[in-house]
Nanobody, 123 residues
Framework: VQLQASGGGLAQAGGSLRLSCAAS????????MGWFRQAPGKEREFVAA????????RYADSVRGRVSISRDNAKNTMYLQMNSLKPEDTAVYYC?????????????????WGQGTQVTVSS
């Protein structure tokens, strides 16, 4: 399984960014896919997750209502649309995959990881 994250960059507070995660290597119908982030000096934290089959989603309380996770089956790509960005959203964002069909916010449950993409939000 290979995951390639992209779409990060610099945004102003209140702005928007869309992250993408291109997945390859196998069929993901029995996977949960997630986005995590890690700010300097902090632990990696859960942002959002989606069951590839069915499209059910979960969000961290800190981003609920501001972000939306989705996937495109035809393109084997997952997205994270982030709106109303805040400076505290600044972090490296990682996409991840786990061969389970239940939601989990724990990074240790995810076996496959993308390389990360930097998101910086200025005030």
């Amino acid at each position: 399984v290979q995951l390639q994250a992209s779409g990060g960059g610099l945004a102003q507070a209140g702005g928007s960014l869309r992250l993408s995660c291109a997945a390859s290597g196998r069929t993901f119908s029995s996977y949960v896919m997630g986005w995590f982030r890690q700010a300097p000096g902090k632990e990696r934290e859960f942002v959002a997750a989606i069951l590839w089959s069915g499209g059910s989603t979960r969000y961290a309380d800190s981003v609920r209502g501001r972000v939306s996770i989705s996937r495109d089956n035809a393109k084997n790509t997952m997205y994270l649309q982030m709106n109303s960005l805040k400076p505290e959203d600044t972090a490296v964002y990682y996409c991840a995959a786990a061969s389970i069909v239940v939601f989990t916010p724990h990074p240790r449950e995810y076996k496959y990881w993308g390389q990360g993409t930097q998101v910086t939000v200025s005030s």
